[in-house]
């Protein structure tokens, strides 16, 4: 079985300093949680960027910053910056991160709702308009895949000569308003996926570890980080995004997984 690539979700969009004190909101803090999740054992750092009071930006010149910040602490971790930004944004504004040439950036391959009145837009013509500038830059997509119908827009977009085989994709279970995050629809999903494919998983908020544990056993990848889960267990917040890996090296440990580095990653996702 291939080394284990944990990817670690720093900030996202929506939490605040409200729900965990942690929660990093400015450069500097940035680079501190993504130095923590790489010290231990992070290989990817899935950034979003703020401004300094908390509002969510895809501001290009913001990520430059939070890159160079990045790479000053951890000099060859991966960055692979959200093209998702936050619920709202336009197209244009969530592509501006793909200017900078990443090794690899997320393409949500869907529309769902986010809770409450929120909708998550992903159209089929945003799709093919996101696949077409990575594929022009030479950006890897990670594909965002919440229910097991954005497995198949994907494909679509792979038929369309738009997505390069071996396809990466990121199963996000346990979003208010998709697929429930259960073992079974774990199981289901990266059934669902090409026999070459690599994958992640990512469990929203109680379900983060458990839907680890099984990506462990099966093969596949993993992602923590306070974009997803706060909490290191029941009532306890978690202190950093290093403590949300520590826990999954542990559980991988015990499950006899070694932990890629950021070589191994990028041999593993053919970066």
Request: hydrophobic content about 45%; proline content about 4%.
């Amino acid at each position: 079985m291939e080394k284990l690539i944990i990817t670690a979700a720093i900030s996202g969009a929506e939490v605040t300093k409200e729900m965990n004190p942690a929660v990093p909101y400015t450069i500097e803090e940035i680079a501190r949680e993504a130095k923590s999740a790489y010290d231990a054992g992070a290989s990817v750092i899935h950034l979003h960027v703020r401004w300094d009071n908390g509002t969510p930006t895809q501001d290009k010149g913001r990520f430059k910053e939070a890159f160079h910040a990045i790479h000053n602490v951890c000099p060859d971790v991966i960055i692979l910056p959200s093209t998702g930004g936050a619920v709202g944004m336009t197209a244009e504004e969530r592509l501006q991160p793909i200017d900078l040439k990443p090794e690899i950036a997320t393409l949500d391959c869907g529309t769902c709702n986010f809770g409450g009145d929120d909708i998550f837009v992903n159209t089929e013509n945003m799709n093919i308009a996101f696949a077409e500038k990575m594929l022009a830059m030479g950006v890897k997509p990670e594909l965002e895949v919440f229910e097991k119908g954005m497995i198949d827009n994907a494909l679509k977009l792979y038929k369309k000569g738009l997505l390069k085989a071996p396809l990466h994709f990121n199963i996000v279970l346990g979003v208010n308003g998709a697929m429930a995050a259960t073992t079974r629809d774990l199981v289901y999903m990266a059934g669902s996926l090409p026999s070459d494919a690599t994958w992640c998983a990512t469990g929203i908020g109680r379900s983060e570890f458990e839907l680890a544990a099984v990506a462990i056993v099966m093969g596949g990848n993993v992602r923590v980080g306070f974009e997803d889960n706060l909490y290191l267990e029941k009532g306890v917040l978690a202190k950093s995004n290093g403590e949300l890996v520590t826990k999954v090296v542990k559980m991988a440990n015990i499950l006899k997984r070694e932990i890629a580095s950021p070589a191994d990653a990028r041999r593993i996702l053919g970066l």
